[in-house]
């Protein structure tokens, strides 16, 4: 049973945008550190970008710094991740991760609860 929900993918143009957002329905999200990862077809997964339970901290991978925004809006119990310029390369399973632990972790083992995943492609 998946804790955390995805939403938001699917299939853009190089180029283009798209916002991810994770939601947990069953628990208070605000209260804990969430991260992105994704995982495209035969490789490993990799962390993409987290934040902290105030907002304040946030840590990205080098793939993606200056062209994806992680965010969260307290009350609404959600993380967003908007990815803008997105690149063929982009493309694979996003995943949100959530931990009750107070750091920005790119690290999968560091986290306790997971969703499905949403499929994100970038093609022409």
């Known amino acids: 049973q998946s804790h955390l929900v995805e939403s938001g993918g699917g299939l853009v143009q190089p180029g283009g945008s798209l916002k991810l957002s994770c939601a947990a329905p069953?628990?208070?999200?605000?209260?804990?550190?969430v991260a992105w990862f994704r995982q495209a077809p035969g490789k490993e997964r990799e962390g993409v970008s987290s934040i902290s339970t105030s907002g304040d901290s946030t840590n990205y991978a080098d793939s993606v710094k200056g062209r994806f925004t992680i965010s969260r809006e307290h009350g609404k119990n959600t993380v967003y991740l908007q990815m803008n310029r997105l690149k063929p390369e982009d493309t694979a399973v996003y995943y949100c991760?959530?931990?009750?632990?107070?750091?920005?972790?790119?690290?999968?083992?560091?986290?306790?609860?997971w969703g499905q995943g949403t499929q994100v492609t970038v093609s022409s």
């Open positions: 069953g628990f208070t999200l605000d209260y804990y550190s």
């Open positions: 991760a959530a931990t009750y632990t107070d750091y920005v972790s790119l690290i999968s083992s560091d986290y306790d609860y």
